[in-house]
């Protein structure tokens, strides 16, 4: 969160803002160096590491929960009799001199014999939870809170995070059904945060704000593998769980006291004269929403629908490198947990930072006049895209290559980053009174790849782990990625649409004006 604050400190209103809400602002930005709207980034960017630790704390922790001994054992012996197998499959699997694949195995041997495919579904159960709440989720901070809404997904996740360990002992369904639960709180997060964003940021910062918030995602992926790979190796697969569990209320506790739902209902911390640009920027904030969202014009959409394509194509890239990059760091390049855990965070630890630096690069051309708001999402997305697309094309045939390996999936991990200045902020763009209900939908399409992924690889790895098999992992994607170019690059726009603007509100209060003031940046 170190550079979500270091943006707060030199963020100033003429490089957003009209004159007159410049001078609304210039009292408050000699008193503080930090807007409160700001802070309520960085808040929900925590909140949001928190549930992406939660998230992959699992594909860490899975490699020192399984007994890879008695597995490997069974696929010997499964496999003994077919000899041509056998040889076919050593000369698509990489040796090392430096390491002792038996004496490595045993240390890190947990108590569980999971199998790939068993492996898999714990994986991907957290997705199932995850797709189930997203709809509703998104509705719902609308209609109700967006704030309690962040919090109950946080407090899902902690209770469910403890009662894990139990849950594996008594039988790995348990296991599964406490992911499933995880899952249900991380679904509602992405669309209580867009409609966060929605209410708090001026349209000119969205850019800054939204990756500031999303980068969180990245921070969280870092953190929970290195403290996860820490804790399994000196106190126990157990730890990770309760620890990590218990890390959350402090977070909790704040975002209950400090955050509101929109600026008008903000008591605390906040300066009047904040709060009159914020409303003002937007327009006047609305008292009731529309009373129904216009289902016929968003699917019949071009722009959404780009997102929408966009979003699923990127996540089956993103999931597969966050769920399965510690499992084809650790067979196929044959690192053990603590070099594992390591090299697996710091591609994500490199995409924070280059979220937070393309955030701000964009922020600074279009304030400029240099490139439009449309333009600034197809630069986020193809980086997003185009560069994974191309160092997923290179690792599929470098063979076991580590020094390589690594470094292609560092850049490929890094500039994934592009997506939170491109496609994932666009819905705010194209319709921010159904910002969340639009994050909804398309997350929930795009959450398909998080439980397919890991079944995926699972069945495709199965006693067979071998750089052939990853390579068709890997080509898949990058068909993938291909469609996303396309598509969003031919239809993907940054203009408010239409539809948006429907005329369905209260008309009890005259003085009502709409949600959002037309934004004229393109």
């Not at 709809?135 to 809404?149: C, D, I, N, T, V």
């Amino acid at each position: 969160m170190i550079t979500g604050l270091r943006v707060c400190a030199h963020v100033h209103c003429d490089a957003f803002g009209d004159p007159h809400t410049n001078k609304i602002m210039s009292s408050r930005e000699n008193r503080t160096a930090c807007p409160f709207r700001y802070l309520m980034a960085v808040m929900g960017s925590i909140g949001l590491a928190i549930l992406y630790g939660f998230k992959v704390n699992a594909s860490v922790a899975i490699v020192a929960m399984v007994n890879h001994t008695a597995i490997k054992s069974d696929i010997e012996l499964s496999t003994s009799n077919n000899s041509e197998t056998d040889n076919t499959t050593l000369t698509n699997i990489c040796q090392f001199d430096d390491i002792s694949d038996i004496t490595t195995i045993k240390n890190e041997d947990g108590p569980f014999v999971w199998n790939e495919f068993i492996q898999g579904l714990i994986l991907s159960s957290y997705f199932w939870g995850y797709i189930v709440s997203m709809l509703p989720g998104g509705r719902l901070a609308e209609l109700w809170s967006a704030k309690w809404l962040m919090n109950g997904s946080v407090l899902l996740n902690l209770v469910a995070s403890i009662l894990t360990p139990i849950a594996a002992r008594i039988h790995y369904w348990l296991f599964i059904a406490m992911r499933f639960l995880q899952g249900i709180g991380g679904g509602v997060s992405f669309p209580a945060m867009h409609v966060m964003i929605a209410k708090w940021a001026p349209p000119h910062e969205r850019n800054v704000i939204a990756s500031i918030v999303y980068a969180g995602t990245a921070l969280g992926t870092v953190i929970s593998i290195l403290l996860t790979g820490l804790l399994a190796v000196n106190l126990g697969w157990e730890s990770i769980f309760y620890i990590e569990g218990a890390l959350c209320l402090i977070w909790c506790t704040i975002w209950w006291l400090m955050i509101a739902d929109s600026p008008e209902e903000q008591t605390r911390f906040i300066t009047q004269e904040e709060k009159n640009y914020i409303i003002m920027s937007l327009g006047g904030h609305k008292k009731n929403i529309p009373k129904a969202i216009p289902w016929l014009q968003v699917f019949r959409s071009k722009p959404f629908i780009a997102i929408l394509i966009a979003h699923f194509c990127s996540n089956f890239g993103w999931y597969m490198l966050l769920i399965e990059l510690p499992t084809f760091m650790n067979q196929i390049l044959k690192f053990n947990m603590s070099s594992n855990t390591g090299l697996s965070s710091i591609p994500f630890f490199c995409m924070w930072l280059f979220t937070m630096i393309l955030s701000e690069v964009l922020a600074i051309l279009q304030k400029k006049g240099l490139i439009t708001v449309t333009i600034s999402r197809k630069i986020g997305t193809l980086f997003a895209s185009l560069v994974p697309m191309l160092c997923l094309i290179q690792v599929s045939y470098i063979g076991c290559d580590r020094t390589k390996a690594v470094v292609l999936m560092t850049i490929a991990v890094t500039c994934i980053g592009g997506m939170y200045s491109g496609f994932l902020a666009n819905h705010i763009d194209i319709a921010p009174n159904f910002a969340g209900s639009l994050v909804a939908i398309t997350n929930f399409v795009a959450t398909i790849p998080g439980f397919v992924v890991p079944v995926f690889v699972g069945q495709l790895t199965h006693g067979n782990q071998t750089i052939e098999a990853w390579r068709i992992v890997f080509l898949v994607t990058i068909i993938l990625y291909i469609i996303e170019i396309l598509v969003y690059t031919i239809f993907g726009s940054g203009n408010e649409q239409p539809w948006n603007r429907i005329e369905a509100f209260d008309e009890e209060a005259n003085d009502q004006t709409l949600p959002l003031r037309r934004n004229n940046t393109k």
